[in-house]
């Protein structure tokens, strides 16, 4: 419930940023909330307070990722082709997610609870990154 809470709050605001700054700083700001997520259920023990923050930071990065990655859809297609752009877009991401879902149940059945988190830390932070550098290049300055 406090993943969706946060989730709902965060949209707006996360919309708001995205066109002061651009999108791109703003997707890279939602892969570190996650990171912080993740560094934290990596490093401190299972308490009822780590949980509170950790599910407020999911649902700031799902309210802040999924807001802007929508948006980002149109600027890079055509308007007679924006069915089908949202269409591939959901493929996408839903292959990711199912991608993903495997990954990280193979890393806590064979590894254990800490590894797919740990995994989830880094390749937040490479999704950071990689978007920090998109965002220099001359062909992304539509998502700045």
């Known amino acids: 419930m406090l993943i969706n809470i946060f989730h709902a709050i965060i949209g707006i605001p996360a919309g708001a940023l995205s066109d002061r700054i651009g999108r791109g ?17 990596i490093l401190l023990s299972n308490g009822i307070l780590q949980v509170l923050v950790v599910a407020a930071l999911f649902g700031l990065y799902f309210g802040t990722i999924e807001t802007v990655q929508r948006a980002t859809v149109p600027t890079f297609t055509d308007e007679s082709l924006r069915g089908t752009a949202y269409g591939i877009y959901y493929l996408v991401v839903g ?21 797919p988190f740990t995994y989830s830390f ?17 062909a992304a300055r539509r998502i700045k």
């Open 25 to 41: 700083k703003v997707l890279a700001l939602g892969y570190l909330i996650l990171g912080c997520g993740d560094l934290i259920l």
């Open 95 to 115: 292959v990711g997610y199912l991608f993903a879902n495997i990954v990280v149940g193979y890393l806590w059945d064979t590894i254990g609870p800490s590894a």
């Open 122 to 138: 880094f390749t937040s932070l490479v999704s950071a990154v990689a978007m920090i550098a998109l965002i220099k290049t001359p």
